[in-house]
């Protein structure tokens, strides 16, 4: 089997995971054994204490995986973006456990889910696939490790300045957000973050629209972030 002969949703998966198309075998397995879902925005993948009912490769779209406290508050652990697979979906089928955190879907999403005593036949007896999983381990573990110590020893006004410098990259100046929806990524209120925004409006360095942040002096935002 070569990747002429694989099928739509096979080639699908090779193009969005470059690391298992090193294995035709594996892509037509995925696809044959898993289940093509499509997610419109908004929608809830999956809750806190929900059992986990399989393994989602993400070929289009955005999701948000966020821990929420009774408080009503809630923080973003990490996205899971086309071409990427979710940490917790795995620890959970692994483990045995429920979810500790919920997802919802940041756009439209499209996903192959994998049933759970699939992704462990897979995770066993797939070097291919076994690979993928644990450099989603490596990259997710130190990605969360990067954000306990943003939370422990960053103000609020270094963390805000670096994510609106991670969201405007690649020549990208305005970011499409509510400051409510950015709050919740920091793990802070609302208010807190929409005063922060208005002093750096007030210094020059970004420009407030509806919904929409426009990045005007990235040099002052990258200098903050870095203390």
């Not at 483990?95 to 879907?105: E, L, P, R």
């Amino acid at each position: 089997m070569d990747a002429t002969t694989l099928s739509p949703l096979a080639q699908r998966l090779g193009a969005a995971f470059p690391e298992l198309a090193r294995s035709a075998a594996t892509l037509e397995r995925i696809a044959s054994r898993g289940a093509y879902r499509q997610v419109p925005a908004g929608g809830v993948m999956f809750n806190e204490h929900s059992p986990c009912n399989g393994f989602p490769l993400v070929l289009a779209g955005s999701v948000r995986v966020v821990q929420r406290f009774p408080n009503g508050r809630e923080i973003q652990l990490y996205r899971v973006k086309s071409g990427e697979s979710c940490l917790l979906s795995g620890s959970c089928l692994l483990g045995n456990s429920d979810y500790a955190a919920s997802g919802v879907a940041e756009t439209a999403v499209e996903l192959v889910v994998i049933p759970p005593a699939e992704f462990r036949a897979l995770v066993a007896g797939d070097e291919v696939f076994r690979e993928h999983v644990f450099s989603l381990y490596g990259e997710r573990l130190a990605a969360l490790m990067q954000l306990v110590e943003a939370i422990s020893w960053q103000k609020l006004d270094q963390r805000l300045a670096a994510l609106l410098i991670g969201r405007t990259r690649d020549g990208a100046t305005t970011l499409q957000a509510t400051h409510q929806a950015l709050a919740d990524e920091l793990g802070s209120v609302r208010e807190i973050v929409s005063r922060l925004l208005r002093s750096f409006e007030d210094r020059g360095w970004v420009e407030l629209g509806r919904e929409r942040i426009t990045v005007r002096d990235a040099a002052s935002l990258a200098a903050l972030a870095k203390g």
